[in-house]
């Protein structure tokens, strides 16, 4: 079976550049869960979405970050423009229901550093 | 403030050496309390869900026990594919989905 799929796993740019993450959650899944990992902080909530609807998105850092979710199998989080302190493993979950049960299935991640 | 502490932060094991993980939380209303595991360069994968005090869930070599203040991941016979960090995590009822999560047990078992 096909879990999360992220794209790109990893992605090096300068800062000041666009950078676009891209997830595929599991089929059949209709809450996806947009995570930020570093040594500092760990893993945060950044934002979560609920049958393509966002619920809560008080964990983007700022005006710079945006996601999206325009159907049931694709989201992306845009970060615009980066800065070096934006560098982390930026992780995209899914789960069928709203999460309650906290069963989320990861994808493998896509680690970016901004230069 | 709601917070979740995990320790030790890292813990070597022999083979075959059982040990404890501890998951201390303060949260204004504990909706259930989660165990993960994660492996170098994987995202993380679930492992339980424990919901109430007294709970207790296993799994192989791993049982997960839950009381009001915490949660303990017991790792029995611990084997080197074992080795992983193990994350807790906390939801709760005034956050619809959102889990918080400590910061990690490192765990390695050697041969």
């Known amino acids: 079976d096909a879990g999360v799929i992220q794209s790109p796993r990893h992605e090096v740019t300068e800062m000041g550049q666009e950078v676009t993450l891209r997830c595929k959650p599991i089929?059949?899944?209709?809450?996806l869960f947009w995570y930020r990992q570093t040594m500092m902080r760990g893993l945060e909530l950044l934002i979560y979405f609920n049958n393509n609807v966002p619920i809560d998105d008080s964990g983007m850092p700022e005006d710079r970050f945006s996601a999206k979710m325009p159907n049931a199998s694709f989201s992306t989080l845009k970060i615009q423009p980066s800065e070096p302190r934006d560098s982390a493993v930026y992780f995209c979950?899914?789960?069928?229901?709203?999460?309650?049960?906290?069963?989320?299935?990861f994808g493998e991640g896509s680690r970016l550093t901004v230069l | 403030e709601d917070q979740v502490t995990q320790s030790p932060e890292a813990l070597r094991l022999q083979e075959g050496e059982s040990s404890s993980l501890n998951c201390s939380y303060t949260v204004s209303g504990l909706r259930g309390l989660f165990w993960y595991r994660q492996d170098p360069g994987k995202g993380p994968e679930f492992l339980f869900t424990l919901y109430s005090a007294g709970e207790e869930k296993e799994k192989e070599r791993l049982k997960a026990t839950l009381t009001k203040k915490e949660s303990f991941l017991h790792i029995t016979a611990p084997k080197p594919e074992d080795s992983a960090t193990y994350l807790c995590?906390?939801?709760?009822?005034?956050?619809?989905?959102?889990?918080?999560f400590g910061a990690g047990t490192q765990v390695v078992v050697t041969p």
């Open positions: 979950a899914s789960t069928l229901g709203s999460g309650r049960t906290g069963e989320l299935f």
């Open positions: 089929s059949g899944h209709n809450s």
């Open positions: 995590a906390v939801g709760t009822t005034d956050s619809w989905g959102k889990l918080q």
